[in-house]
């Protein structure tokens, strides 16, 4: 049976003419004949699906907010009343605000340090009620009607806390940068009962981080200090 050759099928469609089906084309409004057969090339297929995409992203009217009605929404305001070593403070917050950035940012006690703002190093912590918190992860609004106690207000005037003297006499620290945490613990570990080993005092104080490693002076000064604290 006679096969057509390849030579003779690109005879019949020439390179560059394009083949067509069958269907017959349909006429537009004017009457002339519009081809059913379009061809959009790859190029054209992206272009026009980047612009749609564009367009899909851009902020509606409805769903825009300017930065005064986020805060309305987001940022809440508290009137907050508590008691900061021994002082009574009244104070328009957010109900955002952490209690390490009140103390830091409104209130100028700078003693808590803000190490690493996740509540893991110790460097923040400061007594709410007598109990030890990292003041990075308190919101100042939990602190209503409450009593703070920070590094500033350990100690008598000039004479130093049992605690805070046993730190230098022991020489608990290097930089310095982690001891107002550090003391603030040891005053709650001690006031805890777990100052009675040193075991016991390196569980307790496990979530203080010294990056200068004086943790032997620690131990040291919270025996000492709690010697000192059980006859005062």
């Known amino acids: 049976m006679p096969t057509a050759s390849h030579s003779s099928i690109m005879d019949r469609h020439p390179k560059g003419c394009e083949m067509h089906s069958d269907a017959p084309d349909q006429l537009d409004a004017s009457g002339k004949a519009a081809s059913s057969n379009i061809e959009v090339s790859r190029r054209v297929a992206l272009t026009a699906g980047s612009a749609i995409l564009a367009a899909a992203a851009l902020p509606t009217p ?3 907010q300017t930065p005064a009605a986020a805060r309305a929404v987001f940022g809440q305001s508290f009137a907050l009343s508590t ?6 403070v009244e104070a328009e917050i957010d109900t955002r605000t952490s209690l390490l950035d009140l103390l830091r940012e409104r209130l100028a006690l700078t003693g808590a ?3 690493c703002d996740h509540g893991q190093c110790g460097a923040c912590a400061v007594h709410v009620d007598g109990r030890r918190v990292a003041s990075c992860l308190t919101l ?4 209503h009607d409450r ?4 590094i500033e207000g350990v100690s008598d005037g000039d004479r130093l806390h049992p605690m805070q003297q046993a ?3 022991h020489d608990a620290l290097q930089c310095g940068y ?3 945490g550090q003391i603030m613990s040891a005053i709650a570990c001690v006031r805890e009962g777990n100052a009675t080993s040193k075991e016991r005092i390196r569980e307790y104080m496990s979530g203080n981080i010294c990056r200068c490693g004086a943790y032997k002076g620690i131990v040291a000064a919270i025996e000492d200090a709690a010697a000192k604290m059980g006859r005062s």
Not at 83 to 88: A, F, I, L, Q
Not at 147 to 150: A, F, G, N, P, W
């Open 62 to 64: 409805s769903s825009a």
């Open 113 to 115: 340090k803000k190490g």
């Open 147 to 150: 009593k703070v106690l920070t």
């Open 83 to 88: 008691n900061v070593n021994g002082v009574d």
């Open 167 to 169: 730190f230098v006499e």
């Open 178 to 180: 982690c001891t107002p």
């Open 140 to 143: 100042a609004a939990k602190v």
